[in-house]
């Protein structure tokens, strides 16, 4: 990879702006259904909500929803976790689940790694326990034309695979190993 162009220096709110999906309420979830529904303590591994189909495909259509490839951020409990949205049916809890809606003026793989490098806990003017479309619009972060982004993430998405395919080796080379153990000393 050859990289010509200098890195510039911005604010995501340069790139876009913070979007959420429509409130849903307690009373509009049941405990089995049809579409899940993620809340923030659920975000990122099983729901244990779900809403209506009509409710889905309404608020789908009427308010903001992401987009596939986008990534979900968490802002409030452990903040600045991340799930890339594949375009599975799922809706996602308000103001606590948000996403750059940024119309592909920033590649989402490049965003995601660098979301993975903030620590966003330390952000000026932030509580603990909330990341506030303030504090992440006012980000900094420094990047190249889109192209060169595009490059970028998608290398550091082969090295992520790359990196989980040897600790799925490593995992089973242990098992082996204490299994021979056993066999050995017992």
Request: with cysteine.
């Given at each position: 990879?050859?990289?010509?162009?200098?890195?510039?220096?911005?604010?995501?709110?340069?790139?876009?702006?913070?979007?959420?999906?429509?409130?849903?309420?307690?009373?509009?979830?049941?405990?089995?259904?049809?579409?899940?529904?993620?809340?923030?303590?659920?975000?990122?591994?099983?729901?244990?909500?779900?809403?209506?189909?009509?409710?889905?495909?309404?608020?789908?259509?009427?308010?903001?929803?992401?987009?596939?490839?986008?990534?979900?951020?968490?802002?409030?409990?452990?903040?600045?976790?991340?799930?890339?949205?594949?375009?599975?049916?799922?809706?996602?809890?308000d103001s606590n689940i948000v996403w750059l809606d940024h119309g592909g003026k920033i590649d989402n793989h490049f965003?995601?790694?660098?979301?993975?490098?903030?620590?966003?806990?330390?952000?000026?003017?932030?509580?603990?326990?909330?990341?506030?479309?303030?504090?992440?619009?006012?980000?900094?972060?420094?990047?190249?034309?889109?192209?060169?982004?595009?490059?970028?993430?998608?290398?550091?998405?082969?090295?992520d695979t790359c990196i989980v395919l040897h600790q799925r080796k490593l995992d089973s080379l242990k098992k082996l190993k204490k299994s021979l153990?056993?066999?050995?000393?017992?």
């Open positions: 990879m050859v990289f010509a162009n200098a890195w510039e220096q911005r604010k995501l709110g340069d790139f876009g702006t913070v979007s959420m999906c429509r409130r849903i309420f307690k009373d509009q979830t049941t405990q089995n259904g049809q579409v899940p529904f993620y809340k923030i303590g659920t975000f990122g591994s099983r729901p244990d909500a779900f809403i209506s189909e009509e409710i889905f495909q309404e608020y789908k259509g009427k308010y903001p929803f992401p987009n596939v490839g986008d990534i979900l951020i968490s802002a409030a409990g452990t903040i600045g976790r991340t799930v890339e949205y594949s375009g599975e049916k799922a809706y996602f809890q965003l995601k790694h660098f979301y993975s490098t903030i620590n966003w806990n330390n952000l000026e003017g932030s509580t603990i326990t909330r990341l506030y479309n303030k504090n992440l619009l006012d980000t900094r972060i420094c990047a190249p034309e889109v192209g060169e982004q595009a490059r970028i993430g998608a290398f550091l998405e082969r090295l153990l056993q066999k050995m000393f017992i």
